[in-house]
């Protein structure tokens, strides 16, 4: 099911390669946390719950990869009539559902309030995006936004990073003005150039 959604530009499946990444992580004592996101829609429960069950047999004795279930959405892109999406009751039923059984395999849950909540994690200090050709940004929208490249991860494993662009982001702790904690991608407070 994830592979009929989520493919590469090439078309090419990608659940086989994320898992393995996922179960060597799992294998190492590395200290970090993975949330593994997942999008309920019109026709993955039960896929989902096949899911769940994997990560229960692989992971669930693990509290580094907590799952956070949640609607696939629509944002406004211009294929979003074609989407299947699932709303209202049904909705809140399915994910209810979904929760009750990861709850019962011993999987542990986080809600929307750590991914997302009142303070955006852009604007947290300790939070980084990882882009895949190593630049660093904040804001996990404006991914193609020149303000939102704070630096990046060099081949030698050294980094370059803009303070003056990273202090734009979390201004909001330092001005308590809430849009900017909200979101401060589009609160006021311009960034110099
Ligand atoms: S658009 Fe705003 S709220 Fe969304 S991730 Fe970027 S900064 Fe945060």
């Avoid at 980094?159 to 734009?168: G, L």
């Avoid at 330092?174 to 407070?189: D, K, R, S, V």
């Amino acid at each position: 099911m994830h592979d009929s959604l989520r493919v590469l530009r090439n078309g090419e499946k990608t659940f086989q390669r994320i898992w393995t990444n996922l179960v060597n992580a799992h294998k190492t004592e590395f200290n970090f946390k993975i949330v593994l996101r997942l999008h309920v829609n019109m026709y993955n429960k039960e896929s989902m719950k096949q899911l769940l069950y994997k990560i229960s047999r692989n992971l669930a004795s693990d509290n580094r990869f907590p799952v956070f279930i949640r609607g696939l959405g629509k944002f406004g892109g211009k294929n979003d009539g074609l989407l299947p999406v699932v709303e209202g009751e049904e909705l809140v039923n399915t994910i209810k559902d979904l929760k009750d059984l990861a709850s019962g395999l011993n999987i542990g849950l986080v809600d929307g309030s750590i991914i997302s909540g009142a303070q955006c994690y852009a604007s947290k200090f300790n939070s980084l995006i990882i882009r895949s050709d190593g630049k660093i940004g904040k804001c996990t929208v404006a991914l193609y936004d020149r303000r939102n490249i704070i630096g990046e991860i060099n081949s030698d494993g050294t980094m370059n990073f803009e303070k003056d662009k990273f202090s734009w982001w979390v201004r909001g702790n330092f001005t308590g003005n809430e849009q900017q904690l909200h979101c401060p991608l589009y609160a006021p407070g311009s960034m110099r150039d």
